[in-house]
């Protein structure tokens, strides 16, 4: 049963927390993924795996699981609501894109496809939303992440940088 704790002292709090956006957020700084696509680095070696007219698709550096990759418009927005049409279109047929290229390249048992909207949401980039495509697995979860607090991942960034571009590359051949 789910026990509830009434704590509304905490409201002007969180309400005080809310009305600085700049607080935590890295406001005024370019984003990593700004950086990124600013550092003229070929595709290689930033991590960018697929570019298309609004957005693009990069591995996540801090991957969940091995093939965690993630779809995020060029400009840097913070929220949904302030993509335009074309971004928002794009950004979500370029998600399936992904959806059906680590699901070809990685045959996951199922996926975690979602957007972390801000920091209190889990976004750790609050100033440049990405869309998160997680492959996963029957028991991905193990002994390391339960009594350790550690992760374990069976492939180097670059391998999967790698695999997922010439898995998208050959779907995008075939389509």
């Not at 002007?12 to 993924?33: E, K, L, R």
């Not at 801090?62 to 093939?67: A, W």
């Not at 965690?68 to 418009?73: A, F, G, S």
Request: glycine letters at 8%; hydrophobic letters at 40%; charged letters at 15%.
């Amino acid at each position: 049963m789910l026990e509830r704790i009434w704590s509304g002292w905490r409201s002007s709090y969180v309400v005080g927390a809310g009305a600085n956006p700049a607080v935590g957020s890295g406001v005024g700084d370019p984003s990593v993924f700004t950086q990124l696509l600013e550092s003229g680095l070929p595709d290689d070696e930033t991590h960018i795996v697929h570019r298309a007219e609004h957005v693009f698709s990069i591995v996540n550096i801090h991957p969940y699981t091995s093939g965690h990759v993630l779809v995020l418009p060029y400009r840097e927005v913070a929220e949904i609501e302030l993509l335009t049409p074309e971004e928002s279109a794009e950004l979500w047929s370029v998600t399936t894109e992904a959806a059906a290229v680590v699901r070809a390249e990685y045959r996951p048992h199922g996926m975690n496809i979602g957007l972390n909207v801000g920091r209190p949401a889990g976004g750790s980039i609050p100033t440049h939303l990405h869309m998160h495509v997680v492959p996963r697995w029957n028991g991905d979860s193990n002994f390391m992440s339960t009594i350790a607090n550690a992760q374990t991942l069976p492939e180097a960034l670059v391998v999967t940088a790698s695999r997922i571009r010439t898995a998208w590359n050959a779907h995008i051949s075939s389509t």
